[in-house]
C-alpha cells in the first residue's frame, strides 16, 4: 500500500517536472552606481516569461552602509508608503517594513562590488496594473526607480 502511494507521488512530482519544462525565465540586469543612480529608468517583461530574474549589481565602490542599493517591485501606488516605512527598518532588514505585504519582490540591499539576485513569478504580477521599481535605502527612491512593465 505504501509503495503505491510512493509511485503515485513520484508521477505526480515527474508531472510538475514536465509543466515546468514550458516555463519561461526571463533574465533583466541593471546597476546600481555611487551616484545615487541606476542605469535604467524602465524594465520591460515580455508576457510570455513565466518567471523573471533581476540581477542587481553595484557598480560602485562604497559599503551598504553609506551606499546601499537593492531593487523593490510593488505596485506604483504602492512605492512611496514602502519606500517611506521601510526607512526605519534598517539594513539588516533591507529597509523594508517587517510583514511588508505590498513588496512583490525584492534583493537584498547590496554594497560595492556586490550582486544580488531575486526571481519572481510573473503569476504575481496582473495585466493593466502598473508597477515601478524602487531602492528602499532611505532617500534613495527619489532617484532610483523605474517603470516595471510586463506584457
Ligand atoms: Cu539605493
Partial sequence: MKTIRMLA??????AATGAFAAD?????????????TYDKKEIAVAADCTEVEVTLKHAGK?????????????????MAGVA???????LPN???????????????VIGGGQTATVKFA??????????SFFCTF????????????FG
Fill in 9 to 14: 507521488c513520484l508521477s505526480l512530482a515527474f
Fill in 24 to 36: 519561461k525565465v526571463c533574465q533583466v540586469e541593471i546597476s546600481g552606481t555611487d551616484q545615487m
Fill in 62 to 78: 562604497l559599503p551598504a552602509q553609506a551606499m546601499g542599493h537593492n531593487w523593490v517591485l510593488a505596485k506604483t501606488s504602492d
Fill in 84 to 90: 517611506s516605512e521601510g526607512m526605519g527598518a534598517g
Fill in 94 to 108: 533591507d529597509y523594508l517594513k517587517k510583514g511588508e505585504t505590498r513588496v512583490i519582490a525584492h534583493t537584498k
Fill in 122 to 131: 510573473t503569476s504575481l504580477l496582473k495585466k493593466g496594473e502598473a508597477y
Fill in 138 to 149: 532611505p532617500g534613495h527612491s527619489t532617484m532610483m526607480k523605474g517603470v516595471f512593465k
